[in-house]
């Protein structure tokens, strides 16, 4: 059974930073990726990144997060990390992780929520 359990949202100031977790199980990590999408109030979800686990090099970003938002992977730990930095009061969204198969479904996260305060 595939399961995603993201953590480490919160409520930070402007220019502030976040750490999101996401703690998957039951995903092949070779044959798989991982990606993180977020859903503003009104808004439909979006992408804010892409990355392989086996390739580091291989990740893309968003262009409204490039610069600003870090994926990082622990592999041992079955783990993702997203690092927000530079928060800005249109980053305030539901946060989701997706574990995505390179030829199948795509599972997702119960989302964890971000909130920039101006």
């Known amino acids: 059974q595939v399961q995603l359990v993201e953590s480490g949202g919160g409520l930070v100031q402007t220019g502030g930073s976040l750490r999101l977790s996401c703690v998957v199980s039951?995903?092949?990590?070779?044959?798989?990726?991982r990606a993180w999408f977020r859903q503003a109030p009104g808004k439909e979800r979006e992408f804010v990144v892409i990355?392989?686990?086996?390739?580091?090099?291989?990740?893309t970003y968003a262009d409204s997060v490039k610069d600003r938002f870090t994926l990082s992977r622990d592999n041992a730990k079955n783990t993702v990390y997203l690092q927000l930095s530079s928060l800005k009061p249109e980053d305030t969204a539901v946060y989701y992780c997706s574990g995505i198969e390179l030829f199948g479904r795509t599972y997702w996260g119960q989302g964890t929520q971000v909130t920039v305060s101006t």
């Open positions: 990355g392989s686990l086996v390739n580091s090099e291989w990740t």
């Open positions: 039951g995903l092949d990590a070779s044959a798989s990726v």
